[in-house]
């Protein structure tokens, strides 16, 4: 079968591999239909091994090279003996993170913060840029039959974005600043409005993202940070000059990450989802004069993939508008990952056909 395997910075490759061999009675043998280029693909492939394996994982086994894919959507082919929520013909997201069992985290419904995380498509033996895969059941889960396998595919970084909305106490009402309109901030931006926020700014210094930003949410008001100041532009906007009640930082940037602080009012949260790759200098003093709350996040809860299934069906979660091209396998280099890193870049979310 074809698959797309991670062997170390800059060195990604298409090849024909052997298909999985062995299903275990907990497992699913899975189809692959359309798998998401993850930022975190990206920092692999520029900066790697960073979360791959160049050692076998402690919880998998796995090691590079890696086939990778986290986001992605998927048909049952076949199941494991103990399997018995789903058969074959079943469509399904996958929830790409696993955990011990016993762990003090995972006993506790919070897969996510295991010290001992693996994840599909990043360090378990499969992934979803493969023509086929095996993972255990519980990852795969089912989807309405409304769903597109796009939307399917999306709910990974969806549950990025809700998390990050969630954690920001966002409400009917809420006014809210994005930073960042990559996929994950077009992605925040959405989830913001379908949790009912009537005010929202999204500020980016790629003129082709803001531009995108505005038509995938109609009415937010857009920020260029080179041209403008950001927490200026947001108190013209908000009661009495006050500033936004929740500010989310998905770029990782410290001035982005200050922009937000200046631009929260007194008592907002400052919510902290784009991932910093070196120490940001900040000024603990300004929070404590506003009185802020700061909240960082890291994944989401592996429990909301059906919450975020139900609000896509019902139309209030479109998360299908971060969609700017659909790719065969074989062109994911050029017209994927180099396509995505490039700074001044059209593309929002690229998806692969394995």
Avoid at 215 to 234: C, D, L, S, Y
Wanted: glycine share 8%; with cysteine.
């Amino acid at each position: 079968m074809r698959a797309v395997r991670f062997y170390d910075k800059r060195d990604i490759r298409v090849e024909e591999i052997a298909e999985p061999s062995e299903v275990l009675d907990h497992q699913v043998l899975i189809e692959p239909k359309l798998c998401g280029i993850c930022g975190t693909d990206l920092h692999e492939y520029i900066a790697g091994p960073i979360v791959t394996p160049a050692t076998p994982n402690s919880l998998t086994g796995a090691v590079l090279p890696q086939i990778l894919g986290h986001e992605f959507s998927a048909k049952i082919l076949a199941t494991g003996k103990a399997v018995t929520n789903l058969k074959p013909g079943d469509r399904v997201s996958i929830q790409p993170l696993m955990a011990p069992e016993d762990d003090y985290f995972a006993r506790r419904g919070l897969v996510h913060l295991s010290d001992r995380l693996g994840v599909v498509g990043l360090s378990w033996a499969w992934g979803g840029f493969g023509q086929k895969a095996v993972v255990d059941a519980i990852n795969a889960i089912p989807v309405p039959d409304s769903l597109s396998d796009a939307q399917a595919a999306l709910i990974e970084p969806a549950a990025v974005a809700v998390y990050a909305v969630d954690r920001g106490r966002v409400t009917s009402g809420s006014s809210v600043l994005v930073s960042g309109a990559g996929p994950i901030g077009a992605l925040t931006l959405l989830a913001a409005r379908a949790a009912g926020a009537s005010i929202l700014f999204v500020a980016e210094t790629n003129p082709h993202r803001l531009r995108k930003a505005q038509e995938i949410v109609p009415g937010v008001i857009a920020i260029n940070p080179r041209e403008q100041n950001v927490a200026e532009v947001v108190r013209s906007h908000t009661e009495e000059g006050i500033g936004v009640d929740t500010a989310i930082e998905c770029v990782g940037n410290e001035a982005s990450l200050n922009a937000c602080v200046d631009s929260v009012r007194r008592q907002g949260v400052v919510v902290q989802a784009g991932l910093h790759i070196k120490p940001a200098t900040v000024t603990p003093m300004t929070w404590a004069l506003k009185d802020i709350s700061i909240e960082a996040t890291w994944c989401y809860p592996v429990q909301s993939w059906s919450r975020i299934a139900r609000m896509i069906a019902a139309g209030i979660f479109p998360v299908e508008r971060v969609v700017t091209a659909t790719i065969d396998a074989k062109d994911v280099v050029a017209e994927g990952f180099e396509a995505l890193l490039d700074p001044q870049g059209q593309h929002l979310k690229i998806l692969v056909r394995p």
